[in-house]
């Protein structure tokens, strides 16, 4: 266990939907990752935040967004879904910067999202 | 920009033969770069990390990789595969020390052992 936590694992959604994919970040982790997985692809990062903050972005779709909030979860929010948005995400944390050795990231188990 | 290459998409090896997952790298500064396992419908564990110092790092589940800076390559290895190591391995590059940087992850490779 990583000690990161995401729900729902599963979610199956209609396409012109939104849904809203939450993730706990290990506790004293400052920041949130959130990258997607596509079947059989590799992990495209989405977004990072860093204690409140957005701090990176990657390609993520304006019909998406993410926030932080003041206890560190962060929510993902994917508004009208399409059939391409079906994968895999995931929500990774790792500790404050300059923390010897905090350099990696912890993922969560994902959640599962089918748009039909 | 920094990015994370995994040139085989797939590596077979049999069971007791040393394995090497390849992964090259290109990052502006100094690199710290980790592997990551992938078992199926899991999320990605970590295995190991270089950050600085000896060139030879040792992980979990007896994988241990070897960076080369003339290379820019970080390889992963291991001296004798087990079925059980079958699974998508995941090169990454965390691209700075700030909380601005981020992981970049390379497109995987998926190791499989036979018996």
């Known amino acids: 266990d990583s000690g990161v936590t995401q729900t729902p694992k599963h979610l199956i959604t209609a396409t012109g939907q939104r849904v809203t994919l939450r993730c706990s970040p290990r506790?004293?982790?400052?920041?949130v990752y959130w990258y997607q997985q596509s079947l059989d692809q590799g992990l495209q990062f989405l977004i990072q935040?860093?204690?409140?903050?957005?701090?990176a972005k990657g390609n993520i779709l304006e019909r998406f967004s993410a926030q932080q909030f003041p206890d560190l979860h962060s929510e993902l929010n994917l508004s009208s879904l399409e059939l391409g948005d079906s994968a895999l995400y995931f929500c990774?944390?790792?500790?404050?910067?300059?923390?010897?050795?905090?350099?990696?990231?912890?993922f969560g188990q994902g959640t599962r999202l089918t748009v039909v | 920009a920094q990015s994370v290459a995994q040139p085989e998409d797939q590596v077979n090896v049999a069971e007791g033969n040393p394995l090497t997952v390849k992964c090259t790298y290109s990052?502006?500064?100094?690199?710290?770069l980790f592997w990551y396992v992938q078992y199926p419908n899991r999320g990605l564990q970590f295995l190991l990390k270089?950050?600085?110092?000896?060139?030879l790092v040792k992980g979990s589940y007896g994988f241990e990789a070897e960076f080369n800076k003339s290379q820019t390559s970080f390889h992963l290895k291991k001296p004798s595969a087990l079925v059980s190591d079958s699974a998508l391995y995941f090169c990454?590059?965390?691209?700075?020390?700030?909380?601005?940087?981020?992981?970049?992850f390379g497109s995987g490779t998926r190791l499989s052992i036979r018996p």
């Open positions: 990774a944390s790792s500790p404050p910067v300059l923390s010897i050795g905090g350099t990696e990231a912890f």
């Open positions: 506790s004293g982790d400052l920041s």
């Open positions: 935040y860093y204690n409140g903050e957005e701090r």
């Open positions: 990052v502006s500064g100094n690199p710290y």
């Open positions: 270089y950050i600085t110092g000896d060139n």
């Open positions: 990454a590059v965390r691209d700075g020390y700030s909380s601005a940087s981020k992981i970049i």
